[in-house]
């Protein structure tokens, strides 16, 4: 699975929970709540079957006092963690033509508040799997 398909595999994913989902950053009029995910760096191991990512999805929304939607939607996002039938990224096991190309584990759950204005946000960070073929 090369990036290109696994960043495509991740937003329509991400798409079925969220209704603004972006790729890197947001722009400056979105309205929240949005999801931003990063596909960062990767590693490829040591047989060569499979390039390891880190991927980071933050969930903004703009009421740090009321954290009702923003925890839905992160746990929307995130799932019920089942390990054979995953509702959400938490160990997903993501199939493409009946052939396992990727597995999803979250690794941190963060959330920050912004001092200067009502943005909250909460992180997400899962190492993601992707076989190679």
């Known amino acids: ?15 079925t929970k969220a209704d603004r989902v972006y790729d890197q950053e947001s722009p400056p009029e979105a309205s929240f709540p949005y999801v931003i995910y990063i596909l960062e760096d990767s590693a490829t191991d040591e047989n060569q079957v499979m ?17 009702t939607t923003l925890d839905a939607l992160v746990g929307t996002i995130d799932g019920n963690g089942s390990i054979t039938g995953a509702s959400g990224l938490h160990r ?6 009946g ?3 990727a597995d ?22 899962y190492e993601v799997m992707a076989y190679l073929t």
């Open 92 to 97: 997903k096991h993501y199939f493409s033509q």
């Open 99 to 101: 052939v396992l190309r």
């Open 1 to 15: 699975m090369n990036v290109k398909e696994l960043k495509k595999a991740i937003y329509a994913f991400l798409r």
């Open 104 to 125: 999803f584990y979250r690794y941190d759950r963060e959330t920050f508040t912004e001092k200067d204005s009502n943005i909250i946000h909460t992180d997400l960070s």
């Open 51 to 67: 390039e390891v990512f880190n991927l980071t999805v933050e969930v903004y929304d703009n009421n740090k006092f009321d954290t």
